[in-house]
C-alpha cells in the first residue's frame, strides 16, 4: 500500500524567510503533484512532476524531484503572507493499476509579517 | 484549463434523509471520477473511484450502500449520501481526469447534517 508522508505538518514562518517542505513516499511512482488549499476551499494544482531530476519553478515556489530516494520538496523563497495555506503532496498510486491519488497529511504554513 | 464542476457548494440536511452532489467535467471526457472527503484540518481520503458505465470501485471502509455513486456519463457523476448522518458531514471533493492525464479538481461540497 502506498503511503506519502510530509514533513512538516505545522510551519509557522516568518516573511522573507526560506524553508523547505518534504514530502516521502513509499513505492515506485514516477508522478508526483503538490496542491495548495485555502481554507474552505478545494485543491489548486501548484505542480506536476513527472520525472526524476524533474525541477519546476512559479513565483517563490519550486519543486524538485528525486525518484529514486522517493523525495519530493516544495521550497519557499522569501516567503510572504499570501502563501500561508495547506500545502499537499501526491503521489499516483500505479501499483494498483488504477491510477488513484494517494495524499500526504498536508503540511499547514502560516507565514507571520 | 480543463474544468470540473462541482454543485451543490454547500448544503444543510436533517438527519435521515438523502443528498446528491453533482460532478460535471465541462471542457473534457472524464473517463474516470474520484471522489474524496475531508474531515476539518485532515487530508483527503479516497472514497471511490468511478469509470464511466461500470459500477463505482469503493475503497476500504467506504459503505457502498450509504456513498452511492454513479457515473453514467462520460460528462457526469454523482455521489449520493443515503440516510445522512451528522458523523457525515464534511466536506466532499470530486476530481477527473481523462485517461492518465492529471487530475482536475471540483470545488468541492461543505455537507452539514443536523
Known amino acids: 500500500e502506498l503511503k506519502v508522508e510530509q514533513n512538516p505538518l505545522f510551519l509557522s514562518m516568518q516573511e522573507g524567510k526560506n524553508y523547505t517542505i518534504y514530502c516521502n513516499y513509499s513505492t515506485t511512482s514516477d508522478r508526483l503533484y503538490w496542491y495548495r488549499q485555502d481554507p474552505g476551499k478545494s485543491l489548486e494544482s501548484l505542480f506536476v512532476?513527472?520525472?526524476?531530476?524533474a525541477v519546476k519553478q512559479e513565483g517563490r515556489l519550486m519543486a524538485s524531484l528525486d525518484t529514486k530516494a522517493r523525495l519530493s520538496t516544495l521550497h519557499i523563497t522569501a516567503a510572504v503572507h499570501d502563501l500561508s495555506a495547506t500545502y499537499f503532496c501526491?503521489?499516483?498510486?500505479?501499483?494498483?493499476?488504477?491510477?488513484?491519488?494517494?495524499f500526504g497529511q498536508g503540511t499547514r504554513l502560516t507565514i507571520n509579517p | 484549463g480543463a474544468v470540473v464542476s462541482q454543485h451543490p457548494s454547500w448544503v444543510i440536511c436533517k438527519s435521515g434523509t438523502s443528498v446528491k452532489i453533482e460532478c460535471r467535467s465541462l471542457d473534457f471526457q472524464a473517463t474516470t471520477m474520484f471522489w474524496y472527503r475531508q474531515f476539518p484540518k485532515q487530508s483527503l481520503m479516497l472514497m471511490a473511484t468511478?469509470?464511466?458505465?461500470?459500477?463505482?470501485?469503493?475503497e476500504q471502509g467506504v459503505e457502498k450502500d450509504k456513498f452511492l455513486i454513479n457515473h453514467a456519463s462520460l460528462t457526469l457523476s454523482t455521489l449520493t449520501v443515503t440516510s445522512a448522518h451528522p458523523e457525515d458531514s464534511s466536506f466532499y471533493i470530486c476530481?477527473?481526469?481523462?485517461?492518465?492525464?492529471?487530475?482536475?479538481f471540483g470545488n468541492g461540497t461543505r455537507l452539514t447534517v443536523t
Open positions: 468511478s469509470n464511466e458505465g461500470s459500477k463505482a470501485t469503493y
Open positions: 476530481s477527473a481526469r481523462e485517461g492518465s492525464s492529471p487530475l482536475h
Open positions: 501526491a503521489v499516483d498510486d500505479l501499483f494498483q493499476g488504477a491510477q488513484k491519488l494517494v
Open positions: 512532476l513527472l520525472s526524476n531530476g
